[in-house]
């Protein structure tokens, strides 16, 4: 019994290795074919690559600028003891210094949000740019019949499709990167949303010192120990070096490392030609491929062989 398993074993396999053996020559057999079609999906891919639209890569670096951290450390933990302001400027200062760096972070938030992206999509009027089909730029408005007229929220979309935010884990360095077919606007949206977030997180950092000028100077009136008077000044002195600094530096929390250039025209990021050339050829080689064998097994049909 076990002999004859096994020799019914052999013979599967030498059918298979038969069959197989007869794709292989069917596919030799046809080998003008299969190259035929592999050149002709090859010759395609490559025109499609040549009139597709070449759309231009935009990139800066960002590094956020670490600003100051002051704690009041035992001197505010002392002054506490004398009761009344001490626990809420340990609470003020925690939430105004912490020990983390969440420069990164907050930059990243803020240049990802709805609404610094709208506000951009808004004064640079985009909308009409990222909705070329629907604007008539002739008659300057949108098209009549269309169904819904692009909204902000829309723009949000479409823009976040053509933006990459990425960040370095070890260097805290922020990458941002725009894909568009004009490659000088590329570059110019890049730039602008650097100089922006900059903008924004000076404009932030200016109400946040204010409004704890504002608790710190009333406290300043109510403090009577001297240690925590003296912790509640150079807390002062931090905010006021702060909101100094924020309106005087342009780069006051994300300094550029590596500005946005134009790219060269003849430098696209997409199409990559030869890439969709190879993909052609290796497409139609197996289509070549699967036609053979499939005209192969029309004639075992036809011959009464299959």
Do not use: C
Not at 122 to 130: I, Q
Not at 283 to 289: A, F, K, P
Request: charged share 25%; no cysteine; aromatic share 8%.
């Amino acid at each position: 019994m076990a002999v004859t398993k096994v020799f019914a074993a052999d013979e599967a396999l030498n059918g298979d290795l038969a069959k197989l053996y007869d794709f292989v020559s069917a596919v030799r057999a046809r080998l003008w074919l299969v190259a035929a079609i592999s050149l002709l999906f090859g010759i395609s891919a490559a025109a499609l690559a040549f009139v597709m639209k070449p759309v231009y890569r935009a990139t800066a670096i960002l590094a956020p600028i670490s600003g100051d951290r002051h704690h009041l450390g035992s001197d505010l933990d002392a002054g506490s003891s004398a009761g009344g302001g001490g626990a809420s400027l340990t609470a003020i200062a925690a939430a105004e210094f912490p020990d983390i760096d969440r420069d990164t972070d907050e930059a990243m938030t803020v240049l990802r949000s709805r609404e610094f992206t709208e506000a951009f999509i808004r004064d640079k009027n985009l909308l009409p740019v990222l909705f070329p089909k629907l604007w008539d730029s002739n008659a300057g408005r949108w098209k009549s019949g269309i169904k819904k007229v692009p909204t902000l929220q829309r723009g949000f979309v479409e823009f976040d499709k053509i933006r990459k935010i990425d960040t370095d884990q070890i260097d805290d360095f922020i990458t941002l990167q725009i894909d568009w077919p004009d490659r000088a606007a590329a570059a110019d949206w890049v730039n602008q949303m650097a100089q922006r977030l900059n903008e924004e997180l000076r404009r932030r950092a200016i109400e946040s010192s204010d409004a704890s000028l504002g608790f710190l100077q009333k406290e300043m009136q109510t403090v009577e120990d001297v240690g925590t008077r003296q912790a509640v000044g150079r807390l002062i002195e931090g905010e006021v070096k702060k909101r100094m600094l924020a309106h005087v530096s342009e780069e006051f929390e994300v300094r550029v490392i590596d500005r946005a250039l134009v790219s060269d025209a003849d430098l696209p990021q997409s199409p990559n030609k030869a890439l969709m050339a190879g993909l052609g050829l290796v497409l139609g080689w197996l289509v070549g491929i699967a036609i053979s064998l499939w005209l192969y097994r029309r004639e075992l049909a036809a011959s009464g062989r299959l």
